[in-house]
């Protein structure tokens, strides 16, 4: 049958009009269709000799035929058979034929679409012919783009009333054409598709979102360099409150989560719109006779594109958690947080089969306490517990806040780790309590609850931390209460009932009274009272006579309490009304409590005292009751950290140091040198399992100190007060002990971080010490310990955007030069030094676009000072930054050339380190590319005769050829700028003048041998071949007999043997001009006139001609 069709296919097409052209027509295309299946599997047929031009010469008669006569048929099924069998035909077709025909074919398939409202056959052919024209590389269809795109869009954006099969059908034909755009034209695609996005016509916004979909899926590769343009195009469709272009929205950016557009800028906002339509109340969601499923819903869609975008896109992990955390707790996300806590709990079992470290996160500064999440009402609330119920192998979470909330029948008292403590949540609860208790403002059910509150206080003697809690919600309840006599039982019985044995219950019970002080001073201080004097009066005799009834150890547990409930007192006090209580009644009591201790002070009575006299320092700034206090931090053991007692002692030295009139600059220095010495020599945290509580007090031990320094800051918040702390710490930053260094930059990032958010700046002024300090913090960017390379990059971050807010930028302004700097923390990670100084050029170039002219060269020095640091990756990073930044900054330093180069030559005679070298002469090859003349003449003064290091620096300039060149005609201009030498009379009657050599020429002579004897100075010497020979060779001649000035001949005897060369006029210049012939390829010259002894000769008065003779 294909014999016969194919023999004379004119003939047979022809004969089978009209009767048998349908047939003819759907036989045409199965036979196309199969042919193209046989060549496809070539590898399996019987005859691998087939070609796809073994069919062209007949296809294309028959091509013409269906084409130009029955595809004009008026019998539309005939229409769509002939369209049907050219999509197959199309790739049997020579290409020459193929693009001569695309004019016409493709407007003539494009037409059949207003023909025929059944699309799908149409549609699919065109996508086997977009296919044909792409592989042959049509340049047609460029010009076809336009009308193709408009049309192919008309279709997608046909509004699909039947759910027929060929309806659905032809939209996925639709969107493979769409496809084969994507792929050859991407460009032109996404410059049509993307303005649609801007229209408000609800079909061409869907239709353009499902056909960005697409695309994003399947011309990935095409679309990778266009992501900023498509995620920045979805702007207003985010806008969109219509439901079917929401939906549409979910899906291009469930699209986007599989490719990593998420992990782009501006991704983010992408999955606040998943979250945000999370958010949707359900029963609102849908438009009033909307015929939505609930199952085909914005919401539910967006909850299943949330979850499946969480646990099967393992990219997205890294993106959503621990991001997803944000948005647990503000109010417009309160519907979603079921989903989120879904999604999060299966990121956070992933993250911690990952292990530890990837499961940790920093509360503060990537989401939500704990506890605030779990406030919400039920039966979201089940969802927030499943996300923050603790883990085997985690840090402990706040799960205690979790018992508090939960009714007893239905939480078990957790079993807690000796080490557990999580972020204090209390705070928040007490006072969304307090907030509650004013809406309800009903006296008698706020003095019920009260009761029932502490009726509760025994059934926590096992959890202390729970207990606590429950002291601060009776407290808020008795500050809401209007009832005095209530409140003074109430603080009575708890005052009477309290196990002060338990000393965890102290802050609980003084927390209670502090919060009741608010609302009731007058009766709280009084029920503290009456507690001592209601013993008094029973046995008269003496005062706190209760203690008496008591062990000693029992007594200083009351004490202890009592003095921490008067600080509480304090510090939650009116204002208005604590300056008239605070010396008769507070700080008296505290003191008599205080004063009725006998023999050695308890350690925790000692604690709470000056804890409370911390809190009431905080409170009011009229007492001197610190004084003890540095004396308390000096006879803490200086090897070890066993209590708190310091990080107290500190954060109540913050206080006192806020006082008037302020400390003397010594006695400031004094302070701060004694704590920093007490914490920053404290040996390294014990890391062994079980050192948690340790570590606690550590933390809260470096917290104290970071807030001395802060408070001290505080009082002269200017560049000179930033430089006092940060010289305090210096010692400390370049510490050959790493923890050392940790702690020093931790405490630097912070006080940085503080004077950046307090900075206020009222008139443009410098930095005028920013150079100084990114020069002491930039190179610690390559310190050994990881944790100090992070530090240091915050440090630097810091410093940029403080000079910003010199040079008059808002506080809230975001510079894209330095935010360039917190993703290098990745890079400081790995200890791979290739990575690690890779990252501190990228640090340098950062620092080089951002840095004012004026503080280059601050910068500079300081950063040479670090060449000679301990830490041999910061002496390392410091010659990359260096080398750096006079690559990028260099142009602006020619009046600093001689300044740095005299830098350079110190630094290489103090350092012996290996790497400095190299690093020198490349810094000198960088400042001479630039300030070539200031280099040279900046070398030639440096001291005769060159010492080893000056050399090496003068041969680096012969790095590059024409930067030799330009360095040899520099100097060949400087040995005939003056004479080579001055005679000097002398005193004896009938004797020559003595001829002495003048300094610059001599200079010039010597570093001319220097620079030609490096190799790579070939070429310029070749090029400058005849000036140097003639110059030297005159050199040589006017300087026989002269003789070096009497400070260096003297130089010349205490240095002998340890100069590269002889320093002697004649003998330099002999030298210099043996080392261009050697350089310029004359080896045989050389050799020939050492063997006849020319330069002996020629060197010599006497033979001076002869041996120019012979060298001739």
Not at 898 to 906: A, M
Request: proline share 7%; glycine share 4%; hydrophobic share 40%.
């Amino acid at each position: 049958m294909w014999n016969w069709g194919l023999s004379s296919p004119g003939v047979v097409l022809e004969s089978a009009w009209p009767v048998f052209s349908p047939w003819a027509v759907a036989a045409l295309q199965r036979f196309s269709e199969s042919a193209l299946e046989y060549l496809a599997n070539l590898d399996q047929a019987p005859d691998p000799t087939v070609r796809k031009d073994t069919f062209a010469a007949d296809l294309s008669s028959a091509y013409d035929i269906l084409f130009h006569h029955w595809l004009q048929s008026r019998e539309a099924k005939l229409r769509l058979a002939v369209v049907e069998a050219l999509g197959p035909m199309s790739h049997l077709l020579p290409g020459d034929k193929l693009e001569e025909q695309l004019p016409k074919l493709l407007p003539g398939v494009l037409a059949l679409y207003k023909k025929h409202a059944e699309a799908f056959h149409v549609s699919k052919s065109l996508g086997q012919i977009l296919e044909a024209a792409v592989s042959v590389g049509s340049r047609t269809l460029e010009v076809q783009l336009d009308t193709l795109l408009a049309t192919l869009h008309a279709q997608i954006c046909v509004p699909v009333e039947s759910s027929s099969p060929l309806v659905q059908s032809n939209q996925k034909e639709v969107l493979r054409c769409f496809t084969v755009l994507a792929c050859c034209s991407p460009d032109r695609l996404l410059a049509f598709l993307l303005p649609k996005l801007d229209t408000n016509n609800e079909r061409l916004r869907v239709g353009s979102l499902q056909i960005l979909r697409h695309v994003i899926n399947s011309a990935a590769a095409q679309m990778e360099a266009n992501k900023p343009f498509i995620l920045s195009s979805m702007r207003l469709p985010l806008l969109d409150t219509n439901n079917k272009v929401k939906r549409a929205v979910v899906q291009v950016i469930s699209a986007m989560a599989h490719h990593g557009y998420l992990e782009q800028p501006g991704g983010e906002a992408m999955i606040e719109y998943i979250v945000q339509q999370c958010a949707l109340p359900p029963e609102q969601e849908l438009d009033p006779g909307s015929a939505d499923a609930p199952a085909d819903s914005v919401r539910a869609v967006s909850v299943r594109t949330l979850y499946l975008v969480s646990t099967t896109v393992d990219r997205m992990s890294d993106v959503l958690w621990p991001h997803l955390l944000q948005f647990l707790t503000p109010v417009r996300f309160t519907g979603a947080l079921t989903p989120l806590c879904r999604s999060l709990v299966h990121l956070a079992l992933k993250r911690q089969e990952a292990g530890a470290d990837a499961f940790l996160i920093q509360f503060d500064a990537h989401g939500p306490a704990p506890s605030r999440a779990m406030g919400r009402p039920q039966p979201r609330g089940a969802a927030a517990l499943s996300l923050w119920q603790p883990r085997p192998d985690s840090r402990p979470v706040s799960h205690l806040a979790v018992g508090a909330f939960l009714p007893p029948a239905r939480r078990p008292l957790p079993q807690l780790r000796p080490s557990a403590r999580a972020p204090e949540p209390h705070g928040v609860l007490v006072q969304f309590l307090q907030d509650t208790l004013a809406v309800v403002s009903d006296n008698t059910w706020i003095c019920q609850l009260s009761l029932e509150m502490c009726k509760q206080l025994p059934c926590y003697n096992g959890a202390p931390r729970e207990k606590n809690f429950l002291y601060k919600c009776i407290g808020a309840t008795l500050r809401a209460a209007s009832s005095r006599e209530v409140v003074r039982k109430h603080l009575r019985e708890l005052l009477e009932t309290a196990r002060y044995q338990e000393e965890a219950e102290h802050e609980g019970l003084a927390c209670c009274f502090g919060i009741c002080a608010d609302s009731h001073l007058e009766d709280t201080l009084a029920q503290l009272e009456d507690f001592v004097r209601s013993d008094m009066s029973r046995k008269s005799i003496g005062i706190f006579n209760i203690f008496k009834d008591r062990s000693e150890s029992e007594a200083d547990r009351v004490r202890s309490a009592l003095v921490l409930c008067y600080g509480h007192v304090a510090s939650q006090a009116p204002r208005e009304l604590l300056l008239a209580k605070v010396e008769s009644d507070i700080l008296r009591n505290m003191f008599q409590v205080f004063s009725t201790k006998v023999g050695t002070m308890d350690p925790t009575l000692k604690q709470c005292l000056v804890q409370g006299l911390c809190m009431v320092s905080q409170a009011i700034h009229t007492t001197r009751a610190g004084r003890q206090l540095p004396e308390f931090i000096r006879a803490e053991p200086p090897d070890s950290l066993r209590t708190p007692i310091r990080n107290t002692a500190m954060l109540t030295c913050a206080c006192l140091v806020s006082l008037e009139p302020a400390l003397e600059e010594q006695a400031q220095a004094d302070v701060v040198h004694g704590c920093l010495h007490s914490v920053m020599a404290l040996p390294p945290e014990p890391q062994e399992e079980g050192a948690d509580c340790q570590e606690l007090l550590y933390l809260d031990t470096m917290r104290a100190l970071e807030n001395l320094l802060t408070s001290l800051l505080r009082r002269n918040m200017t560049p000179q007060g930033l430089q006092v702390m940060v010289e305090h710490l210096s010692p400390w930053i370049k510490s050959p002990r790493a923890h050392e260094r940790a702690r020093a930059l931790t405490l630097s990032a912070s006080l940085l971080r503080y004077f950046l958010e307090h900075l206020r700046v009222s008139a443009l002024v410098p930095f005028h010490n920013l150079g100084l300090l990114v020069g002491l913090f930039s190179p610690r960017c390559a310190d050994l310990w990881p944790a100090s390379r992070q530090e240091a990059v915050d440090c630097v971050h810091s410093l940029l955007y403080l000079q910003l807010a010199y040079e008059g930028f808002s506080r809230d302004h975001q510079d894209d030069v330095a935010e360039q700097l917190p993703p290098l923390k990745d890079g400081l990670v790995h200890p791979d030094p290739a990575t690690l100084f890779h990252s501190c050029h990228s640090i340098a170039q950062i620092i080089a676009k951002r840095l004012p002219p004026d503080q280059l060269i601050s910068l500079l020095l300081t950063m040479f000072e670090g060449l000679g640091d301990p830490d041999k990756n910061c002496s390392r990073a410091a010659t990359v930054m260096i080398n750096c930044l006079l690559q990028e900054r260099g142009s602006a330093l020619l009046e600093k050339v001689p300044e740095i180069v005299s830098v350079l030559r110190c630094k290489l005679r103090e350092t012996q380190e290996e790497h400095v070298l190299p690093a020198a002469q490349h810094s000198v090859y960088l400042l001479a590319t630039q300030h070539c003349a200031a280099v040279v003449s900046s070398l030639l003064g440096s001291p005769l005769p060159f010492d080893s290091h000056t050399c090496a620096l003068w041969r680096a300039l012969a790095v590059e050829p024409s930067l030799s060149a330009q360095v040899l005609r520099l100097l060949l201009d400087k040995m005939s700028k003056d004479v080579p030498f001055k005679e000097s009379r002398t005193f004896l009657p009938g004797t020559a003048p003595d001829r002495v050599a003048t300094l610059l020429p001599l200079a010039a002579t010597c570093a001319l041998r220097e620079v030609v004897s490096a190799p790579a100075s070939a070429p310029a010497v070749l090029e400058l071949y005849p000036q140097l020979f003639a110059a030297l060779l005159l050199r040589v001649s006017s300087t026989v007999g002269v003789q070096l000035p009497r400070n260096l001949q003297a130089k010349e005897r205490r240095g002998a043997g340890t100069a590269p060369g002889s320093l002697e006029p004649c003998s330099s210049a002999v030298d210099a001009l043996r080392a261009v012939l050697l350089r310029a390829g004359s080896e045989d010259v050389e050799q020939c006139v050492e063997l006849e002894g020319g330069w002996a000769l020629i060197s010599a008065s006497a033979g001076h001609e002869e041996g120019v003779t012979r060298h001739a």
